[in-house]
């Protein structure tokens, strides 16, 4: 990879992507649930999401769900960099959720 801020920036993008997309589940709330679940994401080179999974649960049920949901509802995600070789991508992505 020659350029060494073209990751991170895409990952930052994907972040963002998926930030629009998010819904706090209406039961979580209602219960002050709180979490960051993380998911595992394989995409595409055109930023299609091939396969999601839960890496990390955040101890609810309703977070954990939306957060496999929200990956699925999201798709395409941002392509991923030109200078990325491989036809595959994948990530794991922290998703935040904590009440105001």
């Known amino acids: 990879m020659r ?3 073209a990751l991170p920036t895409w990952h930052g993008a994907v972040l963002g992507h ?3 997309y998010k819904r706090y589940p209406r ?6 649930q709180q979490g960051v679940p993380q998911v ?3 995409l595409d080179r055109q930023g299609r999401v091939l396969a999601v ?6 101890g609810f049920e ?3 769900e939306e957060t496999i949901a929200l990956v699925e509802r999201a798709s395409p995600l941002p392509a991923p960099p030109p200078d990325v070789a491989q036809d595959r991508m994948e990530l794991v992505v922290p998703v935040q959720y ?3």
């Open 3 to 5: 350029n060494s801020n």
């Open 18 to 20: 998926l930030e629009r």
């Open 62 to 64: 309703a977070l954990d």
């Open 27 to 32: 039961i979580a709330q209602m219960r002050r």
């Open 98 to 100: 904590f009440l105001r």
């Open 53 to 58: 999974r839960l890496h990390k649960g955040s």
């Open 40 to 42: 595992h994401i394989t």
